[in-house]
C-alpha cells in the first residue's frame, strides 16, 4: 500500500507557477481520504511552497524546501531540519557567477537575494515580482535585489546559491 507521495512543484504538480492543478488536487485528495501522506520537493524555499500549499487550501503537507536544506512538518509548521552551505563556498559560488555576468540568486534562513532587479522579474515570470515580493514579505521571508546586497547575504546563513 502506498503511505507516502512527494512531488515536485513546478513543472509536475503545478498547472502553473502560481497553483496546483485542479486534477493533482483531486487526486491527492482522494489519496489523503485512504490515509496517504503527502510532501512536497521544491528548489523553492519552505516559504514559498508553504503560500503556495495554503493558496491551494491544502493545510496538511511535508515540505522539503530549498532543494532538501529545510523540512518542514506542514506549510507554516515547525521547522524539522535546515542546513546551511558554509559561507566561503557561498561566496565562492557567488564571486565566480558575479565575475562571469551571471545573474546570481541566494536563499537564506529569512531572505531571497537576487544579485539584481532584473533576475527577481524574470525568475518571477508566472506572476508580477511585486506580488512576489509581497507574499514572501508575508511570510516572513525579505526579498532583495542588488549585487551589493547579494555579497552580504553570504554572511545570512545562505541555504543555497545559483546562478543563471
Not at 82 to 90: C, G, L, N, V
Not at 124 to 135: D, G, I, L, M, P
Request: charged share 20%; glycine share 6%.
Amino acid at each position: 500500500m502506498i503511505q507516502l507521495i512527494v512531488s515536485d512543484l513546478d513543472g509536475t504538480l503545478l498547472k502553473n507557477h502560481e497553483a496546483i492543478h485542479p486534477d493533482n488536487l483531486r487526486a491527492l485528495k482522494k489519496a489523503a481520504e485512504m490515509g496517504v501522506q503527502f510532501a512536497v520537493a521544491s528548489g523553492r524555499s519552505a516559504a514559498a511552497c508553504s503560500v503556495l500549499l495554503e493558496e491551494s487550501g491544502w493545510a496538511d503537507a511535508f515540505v522539503i524546501g530549498t532543494n532538501g536544506c529545510e523540512l518542514m512538518e506542514k506549510p507554516f509548521g515547525a521547522m524539522l531540519s535546515q542546513h546551511f552551505m558554509q559561507k566561503e563556498a557561498a561566496r565562492a559560488v557567488l564571486e565566480v557567477g558575479l565575475h562571469h555576468g551571471l545573474e546570481c540568486c541566494l536563499y537564506t534562513k529569512d531572505a531571497i537575494v537576487y544579485s539584481n532587479d532584473n533576475m527577481l522579474k524574470n525568475q518571477n515570470t508566472s506572476y508580477a515580482a511585486q506580488e512576489f515580493v509581497r507574499k514572501m514579505r508575508l511570510a516572513g521571508v525579505r526579498v532583495e535585489a542588488g549585487q551589493e546586497v547579494a555579497l552580504e547575504a553570504v554572511d545570512w546563513s545562505p541555504m543555497k546559491v545559483y546562478c543563471v
